[in-house]
């Protein structure tokens, strides 16, 4: 069974830092370009970041650009989203997802909430 | 600048046909098309349909989409309670190097 199991959010202060994982199974993780996509609160889905199946390509979007950062280790399966000076509006529900001519498999996603 | 439209929102009756569009540009939908995801409340999306047109297995026939220029449509057909849902385009944008969005469209079925 293809599956993404994300992990790592929580309830946090503006200024902190957090890293989501995101752990893959039931198929090749390494052969794959992955990536983050956030749904802030009763909004639409923004895509942040994806990386290349070896790691050696990043792409990203505008949001979270440099304070983010996509990686992988694919001997462990799976993909990370550190996320530095967290904001207020950086409150959501933050997915991975594997492309495969789309974004074919997604997570449940992990709830990041972002409040003094 | 870039992005996805879409309407907000799109009402038909039950069986009725709903056709849901994504207006983009030469450099994302009108470049390699769009695909459509399907998002029930509190759920993940799951992809409906990639490369325009091409629906991943289990997919029901009643989804169909197309492309016209720089507008995606996404059609299904004998609309059922459970079709009740968030719809988003999606579309890789080769001026950007980055993926897109459309804003969504919520489907509700009378």
């Known amino acids: 069974q293809v599956q993404l199991v994300e992990s790592g959010g929580g309830v946090v202060q503006p200024g902190s830092s957090l890293r989501l994982s995101c752990e893959g199974s039931g198929f090749t993780f390494s052969r794959y370009v992955m990536h983050w996509i956030r749904q802030a609160p009763g909004k639409g889905l923004e895509w942040l970041k994806g990386i290349s199946s070896d790691g050696g390509i990043t792409y990203y979007g505008d949001s979270g650009e440099g304070r983010f950062t996509i990686s992988r280790d694919n001997s462990k399966n799976t993909l990370y989203l550190q996320m530095d000076s967290l904001r207020v509006v950086d409150t959501a529900i933050y997915y991975c997802?594997?492309?495969?001519?789309?974004?074919?498999?997604w997570g449940q996603g992990t709830m990041v909430t972002v409040s003094s | 600048q870039a992005g996805l439209t879409q309407p907000p929102s799109v009402s038909k009756g039950l069986r009725q046909t709903a056709t849901l569009t994504c207006t983009g540009n030469?450099?994302?939908?009108?470049?390699?098309?769009a695909a459509w995801l399907q998002q029930h409340q509190g759920h993940p999306p799951k992809l409906l349909s990639y490369?325009?047109?091409t629906r991943p297995s289990g997919i029901s026939e009643r989804f169909s989409a197309s492309r016209s220029g720089n507008t995606a449509s996404l059609t299904i057909t004998e609309l059922q309670s459970e079709d009740e849902a968030d719809y988003y385009c999606?579309?890789?944008?080769?001026?950007?190097?980055?993926?897109?969005f459309g804003g969504g469209t919520k489907v509700t079925v009378l």
């Open positions: 490369r325009t047109n």
């Open positions: 030469n450099n994302n939908v009108g470049d390699q098309g």
């Open positions: 997802a594997k492309e495969s001519d789309s974004f074919d498999i």
């Open positions: 999606s579309a890789w944008d080769s001026s950007l190097g980055g993926w897109l």
